[in-house]
């Protein structure tokens, strides 16, 4: 079956612009996690999704924030971007209850 | 507060050789652990996991230990390969008021020398 799947692969944007980026889980797979990875912090945990509503979130600003739709695809937005928010942006599916995550190739974003 | 705690940022081990990473925690109520490993340009790969239950876990070449007094875990592989070159990430899933969250250490880059 088709893995998870990110939209762009690699985005540039310049300081105060927004950005959207996509994620399509595992087919069957309803739980989706969102994970900044920089290389002073490894994985930094965003926020989590389960049929619609988030579980959980992270210590991140309110700049950052998500959704997940009726057929469990996901999109994270960032506002007013500073130039530290650039990073791999991870996405992980799983099914609720397990403890294996599988991850997309991620959205490489540079901000300048 | 970090509750996974990988505190080697890297490691060099000459092919053919042991490698072992190390990670702690603090968390006593993690229930599993898991192992990940992740390529530049790539999203982390599930490697091995072991449950608290449990003090070791072996997978081929990769075998997972667990001292739960120490909160201590370890990744060895054996032998070595070029292949195995990459970020290792260790991580762990605490289950509090029915929702379960994954916490992963901030990785530890490993080199393998020909």
């Known amino acids: 079956k088709a893995g998870v799947t990110q939209t762009p692969r690699y985005l540039i944007k310049t300081r105060g612009q927004q950005v959207t980026l996509s994620c399509s889980p595992i087919?069957?797979?309803?739980?989706v996690s969102w994970y900044q990875q920089t290389p002073g912090q490894g994985l930094q945990f965003l926020f989590e999704y389960f049929s619609e509503t988030q579980r959980n979130k992270g210590n991140f600003p309110g700049r950052f924030s998500g959704r997940q739709f009726s057929n469990s695809r996901s999109e994270m937005n960032v506002s007013t971007l500073e130039l530290g928010d650039s990073a791999l942006y991870l996405c992980?599916?799983?099914?609720?209850?397990?403890?294996?995550?599988?991850f997309g190739s991620g959205t490489r974003l540079t901000v300048v | 507060d970090q509750q996974v705690k990988q505190n080697s940022p890297s490691l060099s081990v000459q092919e053919g050789r042991i490698s072992i990473l190390n990670c702690d925690y603090t968390n006593s109520m993690f229930d599993y652990f898991l192992w990940y490993k992740k390529y530049p340009a790539e999203g982390p790969t599930f490697l091995i996991s072991i449950s608290s239950i449990k003090d070791k876990n072996e997978d081929g070449r990769f075998t997972v230990f667990l001292n739960k007094s120490a909160k201590h875990l370890s990744l060895h592989i054996v032998p070595s390969q070029p292949g195995d070159s990459a970020v290792y990430f260790c991580?762990?899933?605490?289950?509090?008021?029915?929702?379960?969250?994954?916490?992963f250490g901030k990785g530890t880059r490993l080199h393998i020398l020909p």
């Open positions: 087919s069957g797979h309803r739980s």
């Open positions: 991580a762990a899933r605490t289950i509090m008021n029915r929702d379960d969250k994954i916490i």
């Open positions: 992980a599916s799983r099914n609720l209850g397990r403890h294996g995550y599988t």
